[in-house]
């Protein structure tokens, strides 16, 4: 006998239209929608969002799937033209497949990351990966999901989330922040278990976070945005090695 990870569909409405389909692993569903829709640049605080709830639907059994999230934006909010934006479907290993557009892939941070004067030591880098690995229950029991942790520079664990899509695990610690009311995520460190895509570092630079680090490779567009952005981008982080990509200011050796 074996536990898997669990993988089922999330389809995301704008007042009854559909926005978003993506694969994900049930659990903290709505930081998940909180989190798209701030790093897509729709919604990007507690108070754009007028409600947010499950609609009813069943499974062949007549059990509640909450597979479908209607969200409906706060009077004022602009809703983005939905037929331009996304094909609706987003596989869990792919956060971005569904853009219309390269042009829209670059969404524009509201916040300055660049002038974030953050520093974190390179020991307290080194601490994080098995401080993530520690707290990663459901991958303790199934091997098959992506975490992703939210640190201070001092290395303490504010908040994780895991999912079979690493870009999802990102947009539930995002979307915790948004019901938290603590964007911008200034003075963090956000470790991410795989590899720092330029989904993941667009996602970063939306949320204001100025250090990104994963245990993986970065991808060289994920390293042109961080640069772009003034993101601090590692990779590697193993043990007592990494590789700093940009932003090594924020980076103290000790």
């Known amino acids: 006998m074996d536990t898997v990870a669990v993988e089922e569909p999330l389809e995301i409405r704008l007042d009854g239209r559909p926005l978003s389909v993506t694969m994900r692993t049930p659990g903290d569903d709505f930081d998940l929608v909180h989190g798209f829709l701030a790093t897509e640049g729709i919604a990007g605080s507690l108070e754009s969002v007028r409600t947010l709830r499950y609609c009813a639907g069943t499974d062949d059994e007549g059990q509640q799937t909450y597979n479908v999230i209607d969200v409906a934006l706060s009077e004022g909010v602009v809703v983005p033209e939905l037929s331009l934006e996304r094909n609706f479907y987003t596989t869990s290993s792919c956060g971005v497949c569904g853009k219309a557009s390269i042009d829209a892939i670059r969404t524009l941070s509201p916040y300055d990351v660049a002038s974030d004067p953050t520093v974190v030591s390179t020991e307290v880098l080194w601490s994080l990966p098995e401080r993530l690995r520690e707290q990663q229950k459901v991958f303790n029991s199934t091997g098959g999901l992506h975490a992703a942790g ?6 303490e664990l504010l908040c994780l989330r895991e999912d079979v899509g690493r870009h ?5 610690v995002i979307g915790w922040a948004v019901r938290e009311d603590k964007l911008p995520l200034a003075s963090c460190v956000l470790l991410v278990s795989g590899r720092a895509s330029f989904e993941l570092t667009q996602k970063a630079l939306m949320a204001g976070i100025p250090i990104l680090a994963a245990v993986s490779a970065p991808s060289s567009l994920a390293v042109d945005l961080a640069a772009e952005g003034g993101l601090t981008l590692v990779g590697f ?3 007592e090695t990494m590789n700093v990509y940009a932003g090594g200011q924020r980076i103290r050796a000790t």
């Open 150 to 155: 939210l640190f201070t520079p001092a290395g």
């Open 168 to 172: 999802n695990a990102v947009d539930k």
């Open 237 to 239: 982080l193993r043990g």
